[in-house]
């Protein structure tokens, strides 16, 4: 499949969530969605969480975006190994988005009062370099370097890696947005 298509694609599915957040708006006098967007002002609740779930969709976004402008434009100098890397992280970006997605229905869910977090044992440390290898075309892209060191081992933790992959993507997001050119995350 094409990556420009694939790109296109995700485009779509990013304004489509912006739709979906807009239509979760409550009517104040009940639990009835307003689907008309225009039909009264925001809050700053309401434009806050806007604000945030903008945040959260354009970090898996920029990485599927960067990983494939990376193929595109510089594909006959990639050893298969990395064009191999870029697609994982263009499928593992996707993935994000459909999760984020979730996470849209449970906004709605804890506004609700029906909201549960999903703790399992988990690696942290697994979870760190993971991300930090979604953010390498974004940190590339604007001529940062990123990396990690954790001394030791760190055992399992009881977490919900969702919430804790967001959290991630907001610190390295936000660091690889604010380092100056030549800097280090």
């Known amino acids: 499949m094409n990556l420009a298509l694939i790109v296109s694609i995700f485009s779509t599915i990013f304004f489509g969530l ?6 979760i708006k409550k009517d104040r006098r009940g639990n009835n969605p307003v689907h008309a967007i225009g039909a009264s002002k925001y809050t700053s609740v309401e434009e806050e969480f806007i604000h ?9 976004l920029t990485s599927i975006k ?14 298969e190994g990395e064009k ?27 506004e ?9 044992n988990e690696n942290i440390q697994d979870l760190i370099n993971e991300r930090i290898k979604m953010f390498e075309p974004q940190a590339t892209a604007r001529k940062v370097t990123i990396s990690s060191h954790i001394e030791g081992p760190i055992p399992p933790i009881f977490l919900d890696c969702v919430r804790i992959d967001q959290v991630l993507n907001n610190l390295i997001s936000n660091s690889i947005k604010f380092t100056p050119t030549g800097g280090r995350v």
């Open 18 to 23: 912006i739709a979906v957040a807009l239509s």
């Open 52 to 60: 945030m779930m903008v945040h959260e969709l354009r970090a898996p």
């Open 66 to 79: 960067d990983a494939s402008e990376l193929l595109m434009t510089s594909a006959s100098n990639l050893t």
């Open 84 to 110: 191999e890397q870029f697609l994982k992280i263009v499928n593992r970006q996707s993935k994000d988005l459909l999760e984020q997605i979730t996470s849209i229905l449970d906004a709605a869910k804890f």
């Open 112 to 120: 609700s009062g029906t909201f549960v977090l999903d703790k399992k």
